[in-house]
Nanobody, 114 residues
């Protein structure tokens, strides 16, 4: 199983942008699906975006039109471009990869100030 490391989180004002990166220790070309979840304090972890091997994407309704998931197979990287950020986007964001089991990264904090 691959290991995943997220980066790119931070503090941003509402309306701003961040790009999260997820680096895989191995090839992502054969991984069935990768994506991002987030967990805000006191809330359950929720799906943000997924991207499967065929290039199909899926987004939570709350982020559609604002977030974009992409992958670079050559670099073994998955990205989450987040635009028009809102305070309610504040959460720890986790990258995942679905192979025989689901692998998680350690998470990266995103804080959006009003």
């Amino acid at each position: 199983q691959v290991q995943l490391v997220e980066s790119g989180g931070g503090l941003v004002q509402a309306g701003g942008s961040l790009r999260l990166s997820c680096a895989s220790s191995g090839s992502i070309f054969i991984i069935n699906a990768m994506g991002w979840y987030r967990q805000a304090p006191g809330k359950q972890r929720e799906l943000v975006a997924t991207l499967n091997r065929g290039g199909n994407t899926n987004y939570a309704d709350s982020v559609k039109g604002r977030f974009t998931i992409s992958r670079d197979n050559a670099k073994n990287m998955v990205y989450l471009q987040m635009d028009s950020l809102k305070p309610e986007d504040t959460a720890v964001y986790y990258c995942f990869a679905d192979q025989s089991i689901r692998t998680w990264g350690q998470g990266t904090q995103v804080t959006v100030s009003s």
